[in-house]
């Protein structure tokens, strides 16, 4: 049975490897898409966003990684 925990927390870890990363690329998700919806961003406008924010999650999560 402990053989079975184990494959599945490895095959979760394969995709949820920083939990941070993970929790900030979801806020910054439902934030843009918030903001199409209901402000009126345009959706290219928040395509660009969803870009340039990702680019700098993954930055700041590298960041935060190389000084460990």
């Known amino acids: 049975m402990s053989v079975?925990?184990?494959?599945?927390?490895?095959f979760i870890g394969l995709?949820?490897?920083?939990?941070?990363l993970a929790l900030a690329a979801l806020g910054l998700i439902a934030a843009i898409a918030a903001a199409v919806?209901?402000?009126?961003?345009?959706?290219l406008g928040g395509g660009i966003l969803l870009l340039v924010?990702?680019?700098?999650?993954l930055a700041e999560s590298l960041h935060?990684?190389?000084?460990?």
């Open 53 to 57: 924010g990702c680019l700098g999650i």
């Open 37 to 43: 919806h209901w402000a009126g961003l345009p959706p």
């Open 64 to 68: 935060r990684f190389a000084r460990k």
């Open 15 to 20: 995709f949820i490897d920083d939990g941070a």
């Open 4 to 10: 079975i925990r184990t494959l599945i927390a490895e």
